[in-house]
């Protein structure tokens, strides 16, 4: 989108700060798969006033009752197999090891064996640019990969890859250490400018600012041009894995931890939950484009927030997020709708250069967002707003990302599945259950996949049970399609801790529930996964779209637990001990 717009985002954000209810949304049918979905429409596109609901009741009942009058006669199991949620396992941080070397096959190859077993769909890995460029600007090493990825295959399973641009350590879980290319924080050096900043001047050098997307800062090429020269050479070097169907998804790594967000509560800089982190925008080149938009919009003497607290304060501590603070005036909104849309301008221009690499594979794209659960509760929903999402109750800070990611026909991936209420903290005013619910139910609604992980390590039954629930939040359909299902779920990760006898018993029984007590299915069609050539991104959103996707829809409902419960009941009183258990520690 043209930088020309920037300056009239301001006045628009007037438009959307009402209480919306927004009954007279057009229909969006999440069926199995955006696939059906768009056929379905097409089906119904001659019918008007049945394309229109007046309550998200009468969506969910419209998409349990949609059938195709033509669908041939199913046995009980292909009815369930479209209940069927495929479950990935993310493989260790640091499987390939910073000096590029697979070092454990056999252990690797012993552990994958135990996954298929245990009828795992497939494995999820990092792709390191701090490994694989490390050596200099374009010299590519992909051996170990090639070496793990042919593993994989041998083994029966599926891969997911994520490409991975950031730095692996100074997030929650990082128990490994791999920096960007050693090349690229040498330019840092000289011109730390290149790194996000928070007010203070610190410096965050696990990801590249976005205001160095468009510069030939880098020997001549830009940030987005590096990130799509490395995509461009793993289709290359991947080609035949790619052909024989190994790698069915590409995660484009998007910013810290491979999430689309600003690096709002960085660990290594002192944060500790549930801080309400900082802004990321004080380097030298989104200082000046804020000035210019700013400038555009008939406000050259606004700059950027300076009263908006530190990484560990909360919000009524600070002028900026404080009850009728800062956030809530012309110039607060008006930074954070420029804030949030060069986060958004960010991910649509790279995933559009992945989709240019991929065009034709069978596989699909997927960008990742993360679950910032905490401080939701409240009207100012800091936390969020610091890591770039313009998310309130009158604002809708997750559905301008789907919309952005259904031109390129992505899949949304979210985080926190296994988190409940109950087990966070008071003083957090976290609510990772309503946030899940916003955050899928805004895909569902965008018409496109949504998928989703664990947060944290957890082993226990309450945990496999809440991702259960999120996987179909309407329970099974044993007629055939569920009113409501994920894509996928990736869990968080192959461990030793995981593969111990009782803990693994108890995920063997979370896989078989997640596929609706069906066995391991190698046909992805028969849960209507089609995997068809990548098509080409659709054209741009205009900033009216994207500012039209912030009016709040109401969610989707959840039912109360699960009906695949991995205790074999509604919920499980078990399930409820332990939750109750772990909360005490939280």
């Not at 033509?70 to 209940?83: G, R, V, Y």
């Amino acid at each position: 989108m043209a930088r020309t717009t920037l300056g009239t985002l301001g006045a628009k954000t007037k438009l959307h700060h009402g209480r919306y209810l927004c009954r007279d949304v057009p229909f969006q049918n999440p069926l199995g798969s955006a696939e059906a979905t768009n056929t379905a429409w097409r089906q119904r596109s001659n019918k008007t006033a049945s394309t229109f609901i007046t309550s998200h009741r009468a969506v969910a009942s419209e998409i349990s009752t949609t059938q195709r009058e033509d669908a041939p006669t199913l046995t009980f199991n292909e009815k369930m197999l479209a209940n069927y949620v495929p479950i990935f396992v993310m493989l260790p941080l640091g499987v390939v090891t910073i000096d590029n070397a697979l070092e454990d096959k056999d252990t690797l190859v012993k552990q994958l064996k135990e996954l298929k077993k245990a009828g795992v769909d497939g494995v999820m890995v990092d792709v390191w640019w701090g490994i694989i460029e490390s050596k200099g600007p374009k010299q590519y090493d992909w051996s170990a990969y090639r070496s793990m990825f042919q593993a994989v295959q041998e083994c029966g399973l599926k891969l997911q890859a994520i490409m991975s641009f950031h730095q692996c350590g100074g997030n929650v879980g990082d128990i490994v250490t791999i920096p960007i290319p050693q090349w690229v924080l040498d330019i840092g050096e000289s011109n730390p400018d290149i790194f996000y900043t928070n007010l203070k001047g610190n410096r965050n050098r696990e990801y590249l600012t976005l205001g160095v997307d468009n510069l030939p800062l880098f020997n001549g090429r830009t940030a987005v041009e590096i990130y799509s020269d490395y995509l461009k050479s793993f289709r290359e070097n991947m080609s035949d894995f790619l052909e024989s169907g190994l790698i069915i998804d590409i995660e484009v790594g998007l910013g810290p931890a491979g999430e689309l967000r600003y690096p709002s509560y960085p660990e290594t800089q002192g944060w500790a939950f549930p801080g309400i982190g900082e802004f990321q925008c004080y380097d030298k080149y989104l200082k000046a484009e804020f000035k210019e938009a700013a400038a555009i919009a008939g406000h050259p003497e606004w700059d950027l927030p300076d009263n908006a607290g530190e990484y560990n304060d909360t919000p009524e501590s600070t002028e900026f997020f404080k009850s009728n603070g800062t956030y809530l005036t012309e110039k607060g909104k008006f930074f954070l709708t420029w804030y949030s849309y060069k986060l958004l301008s960010h991910g649509d221009q790279i995933l559009d250069e992945a989709n240019k690499v991929f065009l034709g594979c069978k596989l699909k794209l997927a960008a990742k967002v993360s679950g910032i659960h905490w401080w939701y509760e409240t009207d100012n929903h800091a936390a969020e707003l610091t890591a770039g999402y313009y998310n309130l109750k009158d604002r809708d800070g997750y559905r301008p990302i789907a919309r952005m990611l259904s031109r390129h026909h992505a899949i949304l991936n979210f985080t926190c599945l296994e988190m409940k209420n109950s087990e966070q903290s008071a003083d957090a005013k976290s609510a990772p259950q309503e946030l899940v619910q916003q955050v899928l139910s805004g895909g569902w609604r965008e018409n496109i996949e949504v998928a989703g992980e664990n947060a944290l390590a957890r082993y226990d039954s309450a945990a496999y049970d809440q991702i259960l629930l999120n996987a179909r939040p309407n329970g099974i359909n044993k007629d055939g399609q569920p009113k409501l299902r994920m894509y996928g779920v990736t869990y968080l990760r192959l461990v030793d801790e995981l593969l111990q006898e009782t803990n693994f018993d108890i995920f063997k029984t979370f896989v078989k529930k997640m596929h609706a007590d069906q066995d391991y299915c190698q046909d992805s069609e028969k849960y209507n996964h089609r995997l068809g050539p990548l098509e080409r991104s659709k054209p741009k959103f205009s900033t009216e779209d994207l500012l039209d996707a912030t009016k709040p829809v109401e969610p989707f409902p959840w039912d109360k637990e699960t009906d695949m419960s991995v205790t074999g009941g509604g919920g499980g009183l078990l399930s409820y001990l332990i939750s109750k258990i772990f909360s005490l520690f939280k």
